[in-house]
C-alpha cells in the first residue's frame, strides 16, 4: 500500500504518533511466546554466540553468557543452556499440538539465529543437544521468509504489518526508536519531544551487534582482564574476570529484553478484529486460524522429519528443495494478498488505487430467462460504471468483495462519452443481488483466497519428482549456430 503508508507517515509526524495501516490483525503473538535476546562477539562471525536471554512472555527468563564464545568447550555450554529453553518451548507445542513461537528484536537478530543454525545443525563436532539446536532453530529460520506465517516474529516487521510512524522504514528497524512512538520508555526525560526521545533509544543497540563505544568502555576491557588470567593460570582470577565479562554483556541484554516486552505488549494490545475469510462465511475458521492451521501442520511436519533416523539439513537447495520452497512461497503469498484485499477496508483502498481492484457503481441489475423455458434463469448482468482507475478486460472472472466472493464474467467493456467506462458483468443462473441495487457501489476483486494450493502444488511436485521428469530444461548445443 505504498501511497497510503506515505500518508500514513505524513500523519503520522504530524500528529507525533503511531498510526495504524490496517483494520485487520494480520499476526497473533501468543501470551507465551519465547523472547530471545541474542549478543554476538565484535570481530567474530555471526554464528558466535556471546550471551543470551530466553523465555517466555509470560514466564521466567534466563540470562546465560561466557567469557570467550571462541573457546569450543564455553561456547558448547552456551549452547547447551538454550537447547534446554528451546527443548521446553517445543515440548509445550506438542503438548498443545500447535506450534512454536520466538520472538526477535528484527531483521539483524534473525540474521544471527540463521547463521547459528546453518553453523550447528550437520555439525558432527558439536554435542548432540547443540546439533538438535540447530535443526530446530532452522525450522523458524526456514519459517520465516513464508508469507502469512505465524512461527517467527519479528518484532519491527510484525509492529510495520499495523503501525507506521514518521520515519522512514530504515529508522523503524530501530526496535526502541519505533516504540517510542507508540509510548515513551522508562528512563527517557519528562520534558523531552518525541524526536528527542527517539534520538536518545537509538544510542542504545537493539540486535546482537553493540556499539563499539560501549565495548571499548567496559566489555574490552573485561576481556582483557579474563584473556590475561587464562595466561596466568589463576583459577580464581579467571572466575572472577569470567563474571566481570557476564556483567559487561548483561546490560545490553536486559535493554534488549525489555523492548521485546514492550513489543509483545503493544502486538497483543492492538484490539483488531482478525482477518476474516471473506470468501467462505460459513466457515466458523477465520483467515488467522487458517494461517495458524498451516502452521501447525507445517511444524508437525518438521517434527516427523526430525524423527528420522537420517535427517541432514541442506545448507543450498537443490533444484527439487529450490522447486518445492518456490512454489511454497508463491501459494503462500497469493493466498495471503488475496484474503488482505478481500478482508481488510484499508488494504481494499489502497487495490482500488492501484487498480488491482474495481470499484463502480451499479445502473442496472437484469436476469435474463431463456424463452424456451419460461422461470427459469439463464444470467444475472450487471451493467457498472467505474469510478476508479483500474479497468478489466472482456472474458476475465472477478469476485464481489462481499461475503462469499461470488466470481462474476466480464462480458463487455465500454468507454463512455465523458470518460468513464461501463463494464457489463454475469453469472450464471438467478444469482444473489444483494448489495447490487442500482446505485449501490461495488467492489469487485481479482483473486479469492485458495488455501489448499501449497498442498496441491507440493502433491504434483511429489509425482514429478517420483517420475524422474526433469527438473531443468535440456541443454542446447550451441555451438554450430
Known amino acids: 500500500m505504498p501511497d497510503l503508508?506515505?500518508?500514513?507517515?505524513?500523519?503520522?509526524?504530524?500528529?507525533?504518533?503511531?498510526v495504524d495501516v490496517t483494520t485487520t490483525l494480520r499476526l497473533k503473538v501468543a501470551p507465551h511466546a519465547l523472547i530471545l535476546s541474542l549478543a554476538g562477539m565484535a570481530g567474530e562471525h555471526d554464528g558466535v554466540l556471546h550471551a543470551f536471554t530466553a523465555g517466555p512472555a509470560d514466564g521466567t527468563r534466563e540470562t546465560h553468557a561466557v567469557p570467550d564464545p571462541r573457546d569450543r568447550d564455553t561456547q558448547a555450554a552456551l549452547w547447551s543452556e538454550l537447547a534446554r529453553i528451546v527443548d521446553r518451548t517445543w515440548q509445550r507445542a506438542l503438548d498443545d499440538r500447535t506450534f512454536p513461537q520466538v520472538l526477535v528484536s528484527g531483521t539483524a537478530a534473525l540474521d544471527h539465529l540463521t547463521q547459528v543454525a546453518e553453523r550447528l545443525r550437520n555439525n558432527t563436532r558439536v554435542p548432540d543437544d547443540a546439533r538438535l539446536l540447530g535443526q530446530r532453530l532452522s525450522y523458524w529460520v526456514d519459517r520465516a521468509d513464508v508469507p502469512g506465517q505465524q512461527s517467527v516474529v519479528v518484532a519491527t516487521t510484525a509492529l510495520r504489518e499495523h503501525l507506521v510512524t514518521g520515519m522512514s522504514p530504515g529508522e523503524e528497524e530501530h526496535l526502541g526508536a519505533f516504540l517510542e512512538w507508540c509510548a515513551p520508555g522508562p528512563g527517557m526525560p519528562a520534558d523531552a519531544s518525541l524526536l528527542e526521545r527517539v534520538?536518545?533509544?537509538?544510542?542504545?543497540?537493539?540486535?546482537?551487534a553493540?556499539?563499539?563505544e560501549d565495548d571499548r568502555g567496559v566489555l574490552v576491557p573485561a576481556l582483557d582482564r579474563y584473556s590475561l588470567a587464562q595466561l596466568l593460570g589463576d583459577p580464581v582470577e579467571i572466575l572472577a574476570a569470567a563474571e566481570a565479562v557476564g556483567a559487561a554483556l548483561r546490560p545490553?541484554?536486559?535493554?534488549?529484553?525489555r523492548l521485546l516486552r514492550d513489543a509483545h505488549a503493544v502486538l497483543t494490545g492492538l484490539g483488531l478484529p482478525e482477518l476474516p475469510d471473506v470468501a467462505r462465511p460459513d466457515d466458523p475458521r477465520n483467515a488467522l486460524d487458517r494461517l495458524r492451521d498451516a502452521e501447525t501442520n507445517a511444524f508437525s511436519t518438521w517434527c516427523a522429519y526430525l524423527d528420522r533416523p537420517v535427517h541432514p539439513i541442506s545448507g543450498l537447495d537443490g533444484n527439487v528443495a529450490a522447486a518445492y520452497r518456490l512454489a511454497r512461497h508463491e501459494s503462500a503469498n497469493a493466498a495471503l494478498s488475496a484474503a488482505v484485499v478481500l478482508g481488510d477496508p484499508l488494504a481494499r483502498e489502497a487495490a482500488v488505487l492501484a487498480g488491482t481492484a474495481l470499484r463502480g457503481r451499479v445502473l442496472r441489475v437484469t436476469q435474463r430467462a431463456p424463452a424456451d423455458r419460461p422461470g427459469a434463469w439463464s444470467r444475472t448482468v450487471l451493467q457498472v460504471t467505474l469510478t476508479g482507475p483500474g479497468v478489466p478486460r472482456a472474458g476475465q472472472t472477478w469476485h464481489l468483495a462481499a461475503p462469499g466472493a461470488a466470481p462474476w464474467r466480464v462480458d463487455a467493456t465500454t468507454p463512455g462519452q465523458d470518460?468513464?467506462?461501463?463494464?457489463?458483468?454475469?453469472?450464471?443462473?438467478?444469482?444473489?443481488?444483494?448489495?447490487?441495487?442500482?446505485?449501490?457501489?461495488?467492489d469487485l476483486v481479482r483473486d479469492v483466497p485458495d488455501w489448499d494450493a501449497a498442498r496441491r502444488a507440493?502433491?504434483?511436485?511429489?509425482?514429478?519428482?517420483?517420475?524422474?521428469s526433469p527438473w531443468l530444461p535440456a541443454r542446447t548445443d550451441r555451438s554450430s549456430t
Open 199 to 208: 534520538e536518545l533509544a537509538e544510542r542504545h543497540a537493539t540486535g546482537p
Open 419 to 442: 470518460g468513464t467506462v461501463k463494464i457489463t458483468v454475469s453469472r450464471p443462473g438467478r444469482a444473489d443481488t444483494t448489495g447490487c441495487a442500482p446505485g449501490a457501489t461495488i
Open 210 to 212: 553493540r556499539r563499539p
Open 5 to 18: 503508508v506515505t500518508a500514513a507517515r505524513v500523519l503520522a509526524h504530524e500528529r507525533q504518533t503511531v
Open 252 to 257: 545490553a541484554l536486559r535493554h534488549q529484553t
Open 458 to 468: 507440493a502433491g504434483r511436485l511429489r509425482e514429478r519428482d517420483a517420475a524422474r
